[in-house]
């Protein structure tokens, strides 16, 4: 994907859905609609017809996952360990978006640090899906209950219910298009490095992006290339000068094509390895390594994962619970396993035990 789209996009913005929705019927959403779907798991204090700081997101409601950090809100990565956790900055993205004049209207669900595919691992409980057919009839609170998808599942159920107009989600294996794939709303995973991940809860650091859910693909457009800027103080940021030059390889190809534009004469490459059966090999692409990516993956992200919530021990950082009268207190591990046995859930401690085994196996 691009690293840079700046000046780029004149004819998509203009067309920008953004403000159809206004920010009270996000709230009248938001109220009607959260308690059947779960999408929120805080929602801020936005008076009604409370005007926003001026600037391109102006009158834009955003929702913010759960694992980002925010000053003014919780951030609980929907996990016991950090139930009561209230970051003292923003993080570089939420920093950016008010800069922007955004409003942020909550923080959004999602599986407990980032780690799930369905939205089922939450302490806030479940996401539902808000899909249904435009013809339905059928009460929030009576229909169907299906999954969002996950990680980031309540990023995009609150963008599919209309809480808000775009959500902040991130994506490690998939956690934003799944769900919203799911949801029926575009998602959108940026190149790694490109959206600041400083101030972000991290999963697995070589993996982790922060990515943009809207309405539509014109929404996405425009708030990613508000934050698509270079961070100094995320040392996994790609360079400006990387990003110049990606910019001018791509350059002439972006410009001979449009969302309006006819794709006559694009050629697309199908990886043979993806799609043996389903698709004629007419335009075949070799890719020789796609049957080790699932297990490369398992490998690199709970490897990394087992490093980065080893500070989650109730001493340094997250849930305390003291260790039982007459229990062994002679190993700090021993104390350890106390609070991280009742702080972290089921998928959370099997990622952790696979990336520890990961990295002491020869």
């Given at each position: 994907m691009?690293?840079?789209?700046a ?40 008076p009604e017809?409370?005007a ?35 970051s ?11 800069e ?5 209207v ?21 996401v ?27 990023s995009?159920?609150?963008?599919a ?10 994506d ?12 029926g709303i ?56 990387t ?12 410009q ?26 007419s ?15 398992y ?22 619970v ?11 591990a021993h ?9 972290f ?9 696979l ?8």
């Amino acid at each position: 994907m691009l690293l840079n789209t700046a000046s780029r996009c004149t004819r998509i913005s203009k067309t920008s859905s953004l403000r159809l929705l206004s920010l009270n019927a996000c709230k009248g959403a938001i109220e009607s609609k959260n308690h059947d779907v779960n999408a929120l798991v805080f929602t801020a204090n936005v008076p009604e017809g409370a005007a926003s700081v001026s600037g391109p997101l102006q009158d834009v409601s955003v929702a913010v996952k759960d694992n980002i950090c925010t000053a003014d809100m919780p951030t609980t990565c929907s996990s016991r360990m950090l139930k009561d956790f209230k970051s003292p900055f923003h993080a570089t993205v939420v920093q950016l978006l008010r800069e922007a004049g955004a409003t942020l209207v909550g923080k959004a669900n999602c599986d407990e640090f980032g780690m799930g595919s369905l939205n089922l691992y939450s302490v806030h409980g479940s996401v539902v899906n808000p899909y249904q057919p435009g013809s339905s009839t059928i009460p929030w609170s009576d229909r169907q209950r299906r999954s969002a998808g996950g990680s980031s599942g309540g990023s995009a159920a609150a963008v599919a219910s209309g809480m808000c107009h775009v959500a902040l989600g991130t994506d490690t294996g998939g956690s934003i298009r799944l769900p919203a794939s799911y949801c029926g709303i575009p998602g959108f995973k940026p190149s790694y490095g490109i959206i600041s991940r400083w101030g972000v809860v991290s999963y697995a650091d070589s993996l982790d992006c922060v990515g943009v859910l809207g309405q539509k693909v014109e929404d996405i457009v425009q708030v990613f290339e508000i934050l698509a800027k270079y961070d100094e103080k995320d040392p996994s940021a790609a360079k400006l000068e990387t990003r110049e030059k990606a910019s001018a390889i791509c350059q002439p190809f972006i410009q001979s094509l449009s969302l309006s534009d006819s794709l006559d004469g694009l050629r697309i490459g199908i990886p043979q390895r993806l799609y043996n059966s389903e698709v004629r090999p007419s335009v075949p692409v070799s890719l020789p390594s796609t049957p080790y990516a699932l297990s490369a993956y398992y490998v690199i992200a709970t490897a990394e994962a087992s490093s980065n919530l080893a500070r989650y021990d109730g001493i340094e950082y997250g849930l305390r619970v003291d260790p039982p009268p007459g229990a062994d207190k002679t190993k700090t591990a021993h104390v350890y396993a106390h609070s991280r046995s009742a702080g972290f859930g089921p998928e959370v401690q099997r990622r952790i035990l696979l990336g520890t085994y990961a990295l002491t196996a020869e």
